[in-house]
């Protein structure tokens, strides 16, 4: 008897990884809402490291599907439980209703709207160098930095979740990171991750460093939000007006 899982590659194995990365920052949210957001950005690593890795070591063709399922969990699921952990606090009661019945069902619809745009992903731009509607990894980074640069009032966190949930269903395109801002990117990400560590070990780093790289990481994601769509364009790819009107 063989295991199915020996016709996988490294590439599937780092993307399986980011899937159980994904469950374990939906558990660290009923614990420590600011593990889990870590978990979260370290599961982005691991998203792009996956794309790293099958360039330089090929992929099979269940890759992409393993990616769209690893990501519902990871930047899907997972963003979602550490919003709702949020609004619900200490004490559900008194958040209201309201709130929680809010919270809650932004949360909800992220997730569904997360689904949707993953198979639509799968279905017919995983072979382009850019992507229709806001990158659900994207969307769960921002909620992360957010979360780890003290922004975790629940009001706003609601309506930024349920904004993230309707630009995923949108039709604004965004072209793929170029290679080195994707760079930039994880560097930063690996060093809002490991801050903690760092702080445990050393005293030498001062404590205000972690949210320095927190504040850092909401500006570098929500910048690529804001202007990814427009003013974003370049290694070769047009933005769609000008493929318009040389057609």
């Keep these: 008897m063989s295991l199915r899982v020996g016709r996988l590659g490294l590439a599937d194995a780092v993307t399986v990884a980011n899937a159980a990365v994904g469950f374990l920052a939906v558990v660290a949210a009923t614990v420590d809402a600011a593990l889990a957001a870590r978990l979260i950005l370290l599961a982005a690593i691991a998203d792009g490291l996956d794309g790293v890795v099958a360039r330089h070591r090929g992929s099979t063709p269940a890759g992409p599907y393993l990616d769209s399922l690893a990501d519902v969990a990871s930047f899907g699921v997972a963003p979602a439980a550490l919003v709702s952990v949020v609004v619900l606090g200490d004490d559900p009661a008194a958040a209201g209703a309201v709130l929680v019945a809010g919270g809650l069902g932004a949360a909800a ?17 995983s ?7 806001v990158p659900t990894t994207l969307a769960a980074t921002v909620l992360a930095a957010a979360v780890l640069a003290g922004y975790t ?5 609601v309506v930024a979740t349920a904004v993230f949930a309707v630009l995923m269903g949108s ?12 760079l930039v990117m994880g560097f930063v990400q690996a060093a ?19 949210e320095g790289f927190a504040f850092a990481l909401l500006f570098l ?27």
């Design 109 to 125: 619809l992220f997730v569904a709207m997360a689904v949707a745009r993953l198979g639509l992903y799968t279905a017919y731009d």
């Design 127 to 133: 072979g382009s160098r850019e992507t229709v509607g």
């Design 153 to 157: 009032a629940p009001i706003p966190l």
């Design 171 to 182: 039709t604004v395109t965004y072209p793929d990171l170029h290679a080195q801002d994707a």
């Design 192 to 210: 809002v991750v490991v801050t903690p560590v760092a702080h445990a070990l050393t005293t030498a780093l001062p404590p205000w460093i972690g």
């Design 221 to 247: 994601s929500g910048g690529y939000l804001l202007l990814g769509p427009h003013f974003y364009w370049g290694d070769g790819i047009r933005p769609p007006e000008e493929d318009v009107e040389r057609a």
